[in-house]
């Protein structure tokens, strides 16, 4: 069976299950440090969707069980990653000589120290924490990188905590957030589909003087622009078209078909799959990568399905040994699987919107004798889309 076999098996294995029952599951069931436990276990969220690893989360800190600190431990670096930070996991207890964190996320030369606490019943050590950063700076002196440390409360109510890390000569070098807060942060990375999402966490997660705003209403705005090209239905508006509120199509039921469309691309070819962002995703392999797109039905037969293919897809599949632009429709019972090569050759015959903070192409399908055809409306010319149909 192959490595990825394996770790599908295990997560249909695993459903139904409590992270504390996975945990036993996993190597020998006891989670310490560089075990065959918790490379399994690792391993196993990096296959969960966001909605798993926040009910993992919330089953650590609702149920005192064994180690459950170093299960929410592993919970939260993963959540790190979901972010967009590169992420080293730390030591779930000290060795002598070695740099005892719990995990650090990188952005670039900027590295966050992490710790994590389920609870604020004990008082944070806040010398310690950040010893851990000036040794990680004394080990990497060679390139200059920036530290701060990042305290993942378990609960929201860290009023005692706050007071220490204000009361401490350490203010302006630490941050807290609660577990909460992080995970909405995560299902937002999905929302918005924004590659520099990152880069903007950062810029909150990294301790800054906030006497002034201006960074913070920024981040607002930049933030609010994002939401509103999702929430305006920019992916379903027609080249000239308006759109009105009534016209949209419940988003609930645009990922519900979405799902539908990649576990079925995916579970032909027998592989599992990952989600990576609101289009796209990777299978388990690391070897194909699909960004799948959903369009209505327009009350009009020259145009009926629209789409948006925009640049950071197109970068995106460029990654893989295999890319597949995908488009659904929600009355059809089939989608198009168009691999990117495809897409590539005939790119400079799609129509362009541009303007100063966004560029797409325009993708038009139109009924031809009862079938769906890809019309390049700049050069008058359609695409068969049969040879790419995936019946779901």
């Not at 937002?188 to 006497?211: A, M, Q, R, S, W």
Request: proline letters at 2%; hydrophobic letters at 35%; aromatic letters at 10%.
């Amino acid at each position: 069976m192959t490595e990825q076999g394996n770790s599908t098996n295990l997560s249909v294995a695993f459903a139904g299950k409590s992270v504390q029952q996975i945990v036993g599951f996993c190597g020998d069931g006891k989670l310490t440090n560089e075990s065959e436990c918790s490379a399994e276990f690792r391993d196993y969220l990096s296959n969960q969707n966001e909605a798993t690893l926040s009910e993992h989360a919330g089953y650590c800190l609702d149920n005192a069980f064994e180690k459950s600190g170093y299960v929410l431990q592993d919970i939260v670096n993963e959540m790190g990653r979901r972010i967009g930070y590169e992420v080293e996991d730390g030591l779930y207890s000290g060795k002598k000589n070695d740099i005892g964190f719990d995990g650090i996320w990188k952005n670039g030369n900027e590295w966050v120290v992490v710790e994590v606490k389920t609870t604020d019943a004990y008082r944070i050590n806040l010398d310690t924490i950040m010893r851990y950063a000036t040794k990680l700076e004394k080990k990497f002196a060679d390139q200059e990188i920036s530290l701060s440390a990042l305290i993942v409360a378990g609960r929201q109510d860290t009023g005692d905590m706050e007071a220490q890390i204000r009361g401490s000569k350490h203010a302006w070098s630490v941050r807290l957030i609660s577990v909460d807060a992080l995970t909405k942060l995560v299902f937002l990375n999905i929302e918005l589909d924004d590659k520099d999402f990152g880069y903007k966490v950062n810029k909150i997660l990294k301790p800054f003087e906030y006497t002034r705003v201006d960074e913070i209403v920024d981040l607002i705005f930049e933030t609010q622009k994002e939401t509103e090209k999702n929430i305006t239905g920019e992916n379903e508006a027609g080249i000239g078209e308006s759109v009105r509120s009534s016209d949209f199509t419940p988003k609930k039921a645009v990922e519900a078909k979405k799902e539908e469309i990649v576990e079925k691309f995916f579970g032909k070819l027998g592989l599992g799959f990952e989600k990576r962002s609101r289009t796209n995703f990777e299978s388990g392999d690391g070897k194909i990568g699909v960004c799948c797109v959903v369009s209505k039905r327009y009350d009009r037969n020259y145009q009926p399905y629209w789409y948006a293919l925009r640049p950071n897809a197109v970068e995106f599949l460029k990654q893989y040994k295999e890319g597949y632009f995908i488009l659904g429709c929600m009355d059809r019972s089939e989608a198009f699987c168009i691999p990117l090569d495809i897409v590539l050759e005939n790119i400079d015959n799609l129509n362009i919107t541009e303007n100063e903070d966004r560029f797409y192409w325009h993708i038009t399908l139109i009924l031809d004798d009862g079938n769906l055809k890809w019309m390049f409306t700049k050069i008058g010319k359609k695409i068969d889309l049969s040879p790419y149909i995936l019946n779901i």
